[in-house]
C-alpha cells in the first residue's frame, strides 16, 4: 500500500470512528422501544464507544505506517478500557443520564476490554504474532474478576442476561445479533490495520548475522 492510500484509508477510519463515537447524538431514533433514550442500553452504548476507539486509534496506527511493538498494543486496549466508561461518565456528568445507572463502571469496562481484546486478537492471528493473541484474551479475562463482583450483587443470572441481550437482542433497529457482529467487526479491524500497516514485524529482533558491531549500535 502506498503512503497516500495508507493516509487516506487512516483518515477514514478516524471519521468512522468519531461518527460512532457521537452516537449519544443519533442513537435514540434507531432505538426499537418507544420513549427511552440511548441510557437505556448502557452496554450498547460502552460496544459503539469501544467499537468507535478502535477505529480512530486503529486510523492512526494506519496513517503512521509505523511498526507498533507488543506493549504499544497492549497500551492501546488499556487505554479504550479505561476511555469507554470514562466516555459514560462525561455523558452522564454533561446529559440526563444517572452516573449511578447500571454499566457507568465496571460493566462497560469488561464490555470495552471485550472489544479490545478481540481487535488485538484480529491483529495477532493476521501477523503471525502469537503473543498479541494471547494478549487479547487475557484482557477480558482480567476484568473478569471484578465485573462479576460487581454484577452479581443484583440477581444472580444478571450477568449471563446482560450479556446475552448485548450480543444477541435487537434494540437498535431490530437488528438481532448487533453485538456479535460488533465483536467479529472488532477482530476484523485488528486484521485489517495489520494488514494496512504492512505488516511490519515490530516484535521480531531484526537479523543481526553479517553485520559489523559499529552497525548494531
Same mark, same amino acid.
Given at each position: 500500500?502506498?503512503?497516500?492510500? %495508507? %493516509?487516506?484509508?487512516?483518515?477514514?477510519?478516524?471519521?468512522?470512528?468519531?461518527?460512532?463515537?457521537?452516537?449519544?447524538?443519533?442513537?435514540?431514533?434507531?432505538?426499537?422501544?418507544?420513549? $427511552?433514550?440511548?441510557?437505556?442500553?448502557?452496554? $450498547?452504548?460502552?460496544?459503539?464507544?469501544?467499537?468507535?476507539?478502535?477505529?480512530?486509534?486503529?486510523?492512526?496506527?494506519?496513517?503512521?505506517? !509505523?511498526?507498533?511493538? /507488543?506493549?504499544?498494543?497492549?497500551?492501546? =486496549?488499556?487505554?479504550?478500557? =479505561?476511555?469507554?466508561?470514562?466516555?459514560?461518565? /462525561?455523558?452522564?456528568?454533561?446529559?440526563?443520564?444517572?452516573?449511578?445507572?447500571?454499566?457507568?463502571?465496571?460493566? !462497560?469496562?469488561?464490555?470495552?476490554?471485550?472489544?479490545?481484546?478481540?481487535?488485538?486478537?484480529?491483529?495477532?492471528? =493476521?501477523?503471525?504474532?502469537? !503473543?498479541?493473541?494471547?494478549?487479547?484474551?487475557? $484482557?477480558?479475562?482480567? @476484568?473478569?474478576?471484578?465485573?462479576?463482583?460487581?454484577?452479581?450483587?443484583?440477581?444472580? @443470572?444478571?450477568?449471563? #442476561?446482560?450479556?446475552?441481550?448485548?450480543?444477541?437482542?435487537?434494540?437498535?433497529?431490530?437488528?438481532?445479533?448487533?453485538?456479535?457482529?460488533?465483536?467479529?467487526?472488532?477482530?476484523?479491524?485488528? #486484521?485489517?490495520?495489520?494488514?494496512?500497516?504492512?505488516?511490519?514485524?515490530?516484535?521480531?529482533?531484526?537479523?543481526?548475522?553479517?553485520?559489523?558491531?559499529?552497525?548494531?549500535?
Amino acid at each position: 500500500m502506498t503512503t497516500g492510500a %495508507r %493516509r487516506f484509508s487512516g483518515l477514514t477510519l478516524g471519521l468512522v470512528g468519531l461518527a460512532v463515537l457521537a452516537h449519544p447524538l443519533y442513537l435514540e431514533r434507531f432505538l426499537i422501544y418507544p420513549g $427511552v433514550e440511548w441510557s437505556f442500553v448502557p452496554l $450498547v452504548h460502552a460496544a459503539l464507544s469501544a467499537v468507535g476507539a478502535l477505529l480512530v486509534a486503529g486510523g492512526i496506527v494506519v496513517a503512521r505506517g !509505523r511498526a507498533v511493538r /507488543l506493549r504499544g498494543w497492549v497500551g492501546l =486496549a488499556v487505554a479504550v478500557v =479505561a476511555v469507554v466508561p470514562l466516555y459514560g461518565v /462525561l455523558l452522564a456528568a454533561t446529559g440526563p443520564l444517572d452516573p449511578s445507572f447500571p454499566g457507568s463502571g465496571i460493566r !462497560r469496562a469488561f464490555v470495552a476490554g471485550l472489544f479490545a481484546g478481540a481487535f488485538l486478537v484480529g491483529g495477532g492471528l =493476521a501477523g503471525g504474532r502469537p !503473543r498479541r493473541a494471547a494478549a487479547g484474551i487475557a $484482557v477480558p479475562v482480567v @476484568l473478569l474478576v471484578p465485573v462479576v463482583v460487581e454484577w452479581t450483587q443484583g440477581a444472580l @443470572l444478571e450477568p449471563v #442476561l446482560e450479556l446475552y441481550f448485548l450480543l444477541t437482542g435487537a434494540p437498535i433497529s431490530g437488528i438481532p445479533y448487533l453485538g456479535s457482529l460488533l465483536l467479529v467487526s472488532a477482530a476484523l479491524l485488528g #486484521l485489517g490495520v495489520e494488514l494496512a500497516s504492512g505488516g511490519v514485524d515490530a516484535e521480531a529482533r531484526p537479523p543481526t548475522e553479517g553485520l559489523k558491531k559499529d552497525d548494531i549500535l
